[in-house]
């Protein structure tokens, strides 16, 4: 017998707007920071710091709450425009809020959001 050895067919990534998100799925998207507020900045007792922000993203279309933890904070700056891979977009108290967990990634992108359109939040709505 001969065992086949064949790779999974990797699927390309299917990028959405902030308006056409549904909570509880997982996403990929390209936003742009609008606001970071530290909201926790611990010391552990090895010393290291453990850091976690309150942030707004958004694009042309609307923009959303986040968190970003720790080394997530080094590419989430404001102003800057980031590529959420894999981001998962939870429902805490009724309303949306996207989190890039472990199987997650966010990149800096090339892209360039010139607008964002902060009257149109998808995490206020219940």
Not at 49 to 74: F, K, W, Y
């Amino acid at each position: 017998m001969e065992s086949s050895s064949t790779k999974p067919q990797l699927k390309k990534p299917v990028f959405v707007r902030m308006g056409e998100v549904d909570p509880g799925t997982r996403v990929n998207i390209v936003v742009k920071v609008v606001s970071v507020k530290i909201t926790q900045e611990r010391k552990r007792y090895d010393g290291s710091t453990i850091r976690q922000a309150d942030c707004l993203v958004g694009d042309s279309t609307g923009v959303a709450n986040m968190v970003a933890r720790n080394e997530q904070l080094e590419v989430i700056q404001e102003g800057a425009t980031v590529i959420l891979r894999n981001c998962h977009s939870n429902v805490m108290k009724e309303h949306i809020r996207f989190e890039v967990d472990k199987w997650g990634k966010i990149d800096v992108s090339s892209d360039k959001i010139d607008k964002v359109k902060t009257d149109n939040n998808v995490s206020d709505v219940e």
